[in-house]
């Protein structure tokens, strides 16, 4: 699998391997293959261009059947519901926005600082059953969270953690170190155990060769587990809301659910809140493009 | 919780110090302390939080408890499995689980195979393409779902309303069996098309070039090349593919939840809606542990089955 | 799942620890009893936490108490936390269940109270309403409905109960109608109302006939098929039996679910089969139904022009809409909707006593009346039947004049799950997964079943 979305995504026409489709086809293939491929890419991004032009319409325009495509009125009034309530002050939604990126970015953090050396561990050393502990490791993923999640109570009810940050941080924690660990494990045994051994040789510890030699090399894996740590957090909903309730606690998702179902469904507010919501995750998702096949598969495909 | 050991505290980057101090201790012995020092905090946290859960969850699930009526918990012993297996109700949310996670799974593989494929045999635009396709993977299965919910209404739903313009009558997408279970279907699909054309991507431009260039000697024809070269290349990182989309589609539970929160009537409740509902509506949190239980056992034995099955390709 | 064995003997000992600790932790259940006299006040500041869910009354309830309470106790901030609406019971269940709560005073809906009084989740408050409530002023099935456990007999009160809340907003379901459309004088029997949705329907292409709760989530097809059932005769059950099968499934019942799934129904709009307040409130809005039914506490937006294509102000949208009490056709009965607050058995002792001093301000008559104004609905018959009330909105009169027409669910323990069946078998049959009639005895059956079961052993809440 000598792979990397690297490749998979790249655009230097030096290193193309496509085999010329002109050969039997011809060039009615190809037109034939890129009208396929763009229909195809109209019906996937569809949905999201209909969410941001949703999202900077008027309420009025939102229900208009047959529906508008271009001549409606633009106004971002939704974007400053999303981060101002009708009274002035801080909106709801800004709130669970903000408890988003404190307990996404907590969790990632703690994540981050029990799996790498773990994965560091469990590449460069012999442990009993490793095979057996990365297994286990990876199957506690393998659980639906309703079903986690009435156990995850019962427990918190005794602890007082329940509809607390720390809770949610917890469990988000748990839940990022298996993928954490195997994922970095590859990243790991990339890294020629011999830059250590050599440095051993020069008198560093062991502790000390891993620190100085091979973290830094670790660095941009380091960094691409951390975003999909982070985007795993960011998007969880199923513990959000069966495990908080507080508007001070509650994170982004539930909050955003909680938009529809009372009495009229502003779904302009909605589409503006989902867009402010998503572009975090974009962004990251884009600065680790490289590593997006490592990380959507807890590392089970990679290099 | 604390962090063992402090890797934060000065700047690795830099090889600044070029004096190594005298090794301490004898380099078996560091290296041992330094696997448990490493290991098991993650491990300790696993079992706190993943095993320790799971293990209650399994004694509960022999007994009778409410989590809200509060009292003590009478053993029942197998009584919450034996009802869970021979439930009705239960077999029926176990064969719309199936359709979906069947339809669902397929579905997303033809076509991220087909948008891979294509994508590969493009020279120009790869990267830009390969960005665009992936955004509904990243966005929050609670954004997708109640957006879907909005484009697929009936009344004021754009979908229905370019129907309309194109002449065709109006679908009610989640109101009716089966109109809402496809709905379902269709709505994973969009989102993680994106995942199987992204692994199949990867198989597909790792086809060493070699290859092909043999087979233009030998003038075999797309077809056979496909057929003979690219697909057996591919075939196991689908497989595997398969089987994340599979787990992930067994465990639904945001989507319906926002969706349809399972209906028409109960048609399109899967097993992890129908286990909230016995949780959280009854409180019948005995119940609802074993029914966990069971589905975390399917998913593990099912997983090991394929896995062994995936090896057992490889060797042949 | 294979792991190392000394981590399975670690998990075994962990497991024993849980044991024990689960059986040992039970708390025996029933509610705790609230003092007579409230007890003396903090000085303090002192948040008082509400929750409910998220809708409109809701941040007006927030709004009025800062603005009104605070002058009496300034100490006090007043902070009313929402869930979604498909969350509610689930979130203060949820909370109760860990016994900590976030909040002092839950709003419940009127049949969550069995199964929070059973779990001992909210205080008993008899001996202070009787200090300090004048009973007297209320309807008395209103103060049954928000307070009283066991359930009391349909329009009537049972003094010798316990009450376990007070009201805090009253509601009940409004006909909603096209005065342009199908004229000014509102039809008087559900049979005329059909006709005359049926009559606007056909003369007016792209307008459906009738818009109503059909989904299956919350109470939403439960209440729509309880209020026809109640319109045509029908009983839910037999209070005193317990029984359901065989009562709600009578001559009566099977009528009304015919009514409902063979006349109603076919006119609604194409795909309105998941249709719950909003969507309602939005076909409204949009001019697309000659007929609503909705809850009046969820009728506020159809006013706004900002929302409405029916006009560009108040009067003009009021021009075309009309409010008017449910129609009636064997009976009067309309769906008892609406909350009351209750007391967490889980709060300090110091927001407890706030609490209930919270209550007694609330129900004073003056601050009825400016609950009334700010946009509540309040329980007191003088404020119900004043002018602050009947002017604040078109749809209030409506609502003081069905007060004595309400009937409710039933308020046991197993409410939760009797919902979701009667939810998911009406939705079934109104969007023709299940027939009519297979649908009613399904719901008979398996409620039945419900109430039966409780106590025996295993599979319990499949």
Redesign the interface.
């Known amino acids: 699998m000598a792979v990397s979305i690297n490749e998979a995504v790249s655009t230097d026409p030096a290193r193309d391997r496509t085999p010329p489709a002109r050969r039997f086809g011809g060039r009615g293939l190809s037109v034939l293959e890129i009208a396929v491929l763009t229909v195809l890419a109209a019906v996937m991004l569809f949905p999201v261009l209909w969410m941001i032009e949703t999202s900077i319409k008027e309420?009025?325009d939102v229900?208009a059947i047959p529906a508008k495509f271009f001549d409606f009125q633009v106004t971002l009034d939704h974007f400053k519901d999303v981060f101002f309530s009708s009274g002035g002050g801080r909106s709801?939604l800004s709130v669970s926005f903000l408890n988003s990126v404190v307990v996404a970015g907590v969790s990632t953090v703690l994540a981050t600082v029990l799996g790498v050396p773990a994965a560091w561990a469990y590449s460069r050393f012999a442990v009993?059953?490793k095979k057996?502990?990365l297994?286990?490791i990876l199957?506690t993923r393998f659980m639906p969270p309703v079903v986690v999640v009435i156990p995850i109570?019962?427990m918190?009810?005794?602890l007082?953690l329940?509809?607390t940050k720390l809770g949610l941080i917890l469990i988000y924690t748990a839940f990022n170190v298996p993928f954490t660990i195997w994922m970095m494990k590859g990243f790991v045994d990339e890294v020629p155990a011999e830059y250590e051994d050599a440095a051993m040789l020069d008198g560093y510890t062991r502790l000390q060769a891993f620190r100085r030699f091979t973290l830094p090399l670790l660095l941009p894996g380091i960094a691409a587990t951390a975003v999909f740590a982070l985007i795993f957090s960011w998007n969880e909903f199923v513990f959000a809301?069966?495990l908080t309730?507080?508007?001070s606690v509650r994170t982004a998702p539930?909050a955003i659910?909680?938009?529809?179902?009372?009495?009229?469904?502003d779904w302009g507010l909605v589409a503006a809140a989902s867009v402010v919501f998503a572009l975090p995750v974009l962004v990251f998702a884009y600065l680790v493009r490289k590593h997006l096949i490592a990380g959507v598969t807890l590392g089970a495909v990679r290099r | 919780m604390s962090d063992p050991v402090p890797l934060t505290t000065d700047h690795p980057g830099q090889v600044a110090s070029a004096t190594p101090p005298a090794p301490g201790w004898s380099r078996r012995l560091s290296d041992r302390w330094l696997t448990v020092a490493f290991i098991s905090p993650a491990?300790l946290l696993l079992?706190a939080m993943s095993?320790?859960p799971l293990?209650?969850a399994?004694?509960?699930s022999f007994t009778?408890?409410?989590?809200?009526?509060?009292?003590?918990?009478?053993f029942?012993w197998f009584?919450?499995y034996?009802?869970?297996l021979t439930?009705a109700?239960?077999h029926q949310r176990a064969l719309t689980t199936l359709i979906y996670v069947v339809g669902a799974v397929t579905l997303q593989t033809v076509l991220g195979f087909t948008i891979a494929y294509l994508i590969s045999r493009r020279t120009h635009g790869r990267g830009l393409l390969t960005t665009l396709f992936l955004i509904p993977m990243m966005l929050s299965p609670v954004v997708v779902g109640l957006f879907w919910r909005f484009m697929l209404?009936?009344?004021?739903g754009v979908i229905?309303s370019m129907l309309g313009s194109l002449g065709l009558g109006?679908?009610?997408?989640?109101?009716?069996?089966q109109t809402a279970l496809i709905s379902l279907i269709l709505v994973d699909t969009w989102q993680w098309t994106p995942f199987i054309m992204l692994i199949a991507l990867a198989g597909l431009t790792a086809v060493p070039k070699y290859l092909y260039e043999a087979a233009s000697i030998d003038r075999a024809s797309e077809w056979f090349r496909f057929r003979t070269i690219t697909l057996p290349l591919v075939w196991p990182l689908l497989l595997i593919a398969v089987l994340f989309r599979a787990i992930e589609a067994f465990r639904l539970f945001e989507l319906v939840?926002i969706l349809?929160?399972?209906?028409?009537?109960?048609?399109t409740e899967t097993l992890s809606f129908h286990v909230y509902?016995?949780?959280?509506?009854?409180?019948?949190t005995?119940?609802?542990s074993a029914y966990g239980i069971l589905m975390v056992l399917i998913v593990?034995v099912l997983t090991q089955l394929y896995l062994r099955y995936l090896n057992k390709l490889k060797e042949d | 799942?294979?792991?190392?064995k000394r981590?399975g003997r670690?998990?075994a000992a962990?497991?024993l620890a849980?044991?024990v600790?689960?059986?040992?932790?039970?708390?025996?259940?029933s509610a705790p009893k609230a003092p007579a006299t409230i007890p003396e006040l903090t000085k303090d500041p002192l948040t008082l936490?509400f929750?409910w869910?998220?809708?409109?009354p809701a941040q007006a309830l927030e709004a009025f108490a800062n603005a009104e309470y605070t002058k009496d106790r300034p100490n006090v901030t007043i902070?009313v936390?929402?869930?979604?609406?498909?969350?509610w019971?689930?979130?203060?269940?949820?909370?109760?269940?860990?016994?900590?709560t976030?909040?002092d005073i839950p709003i419940l809906d009127s049949q969550h109270i069995g199964?929070a009084v059973?779990?001992?989740?909210i205080v008993d408050i008899t001996d202070f309403v009787k200090q300090n409530i004048d009973v007297n002023a209320y309807n008395p099935y209103l103060l049954a409905a928000y307070g009283q456990f066991p359930q009391a007999e349909t329009g009537k009160r049972d003094e010798n109960a316990s009450l376990y809340g007070l009201p805090l907003l009253g509601d009940t379901w409004t006909m909603i109608y096209r005065k342009d459309l199908i004229g000014d004088k509102p039809p008087q029997t559900w049979d005329e109302m059909i006709a005359a949705a049926a009559k606007c329907q056909a003369d007016n292409p792209g307008v459906s006939g009738l818009a109503f709760h059909q989904?299956?989530?919350?109470d939403a097809a439960a209440v729509t098929y309880n209020t026809v059932n109640g319109v045509y005769g029908g009983n839910l059950w037999d209070p005193k039996t317990r029984k359901i099968e065989g009562v709600l499934n009578d001559a009566a019942g099977q009528e009304a679910m015919d009514v409902l799934v063979n006349k109603m129904k076919p006119l609604t709009?194409?795909?309105?089969?998941?249709w719950?307040?909003?969507?309602v409130?939005?076909?409204v809005?949009?001019g697309?139904a000659c007929i609503a039914f909705n809850w009046i506490a969820?009728?506020?937006?159809l006013l706004d022009p900002?929302?409405s294509?029916l006009g560009t102000t108040r009067e003009e949208i009021l021009g075309k809409l009309g409010f008017a009490t449910l129609p009636s056709q064997k009976t009067n009965l309309v769906p008892l909707g609406g909350m009351g607050m209750h007391v967490s058995a889980y709060s300090s002792e110091a927001n407890q006593a706030e609490a209930l001093n919270f209550m007694k301000w609330f129900q004073q008559a003056d601050i009825q009346k400016k609950w009334a104004a700010a946009g509540g609905v309040p329980s007191r018959t003088d404020a119900l039947e004043s002018p602050e009330f009947l002017n604040a909105g078109p749809f209030n009169k409506v609502y003081a004049d069905s007060v004595p027409r309400m009937r409710d669910m039933w308020n046991v323990p197993?409410y939760?799950?009797l919902v979701?069946i009667e939810n998911?078998?009406v939705?079934?049959?109104?969007?023709?997964?299940?027939t009519p009639k297979d649908a009613l005895n399904d719901i008979a059956k398996e409620q039945q079943a419900?109430l039966d079961s409780s106590g025996s052993?295993?599979?319990?809440?499949?």
């Open positions: 309420n009025r229900y709801s009993k059953a057996d502990q297994f286990f199957s109570f019962l918190y009810r005794q007082g329940i509809d809301i069966f309730s507080s508007d539930p659910a909680g938009l529809i179902g009372g009495t009229t469904v | 491990l079992l095993v320790f293990l209650w399994l004694y509960l009778d408890y409410s989590a809200t009526r509060g009292g003590s918990a009478h029942v009584e919450n034996t009802a869970i439930s109700q239960v209404d009936a009344q004021f229905n109006q679908v009610e997408w989640l109101t009716r069996q939840y349809t929160s399972g209906g028409p009537g109960v048609s509902k016995v949780a959280f509506l009854g409180f019948n005995g119940t609802a593990i | 799942m294979r792991y190392p981590l670690l998990s962990m497991l849980t044991a600790a689960a059986c040992g932790g039970g708390t025996e259940a936490s929750i869910f998220e809708w409109p902070k936390n929402t869930v979604p609406n498909a969350n019971h689930d979130a203060i269940f949820t909370q109760f269940a860990a016994h900590k976030d909040f199964e059973t779990n001992g989740n989904a299956n989530g919350s709009a194409t795909g309105s089969g998941n719950f307040i909003d969507e409130n939005a076909a809005a949009q697309k969820a009728s506020g937006g900002k929302q294509t197993e939760a799950r979701d998911t078998n939705n079934a049959a109104l969007n023709g997964a299940e419900v052993k295993g599979g319990g809440g499949l």
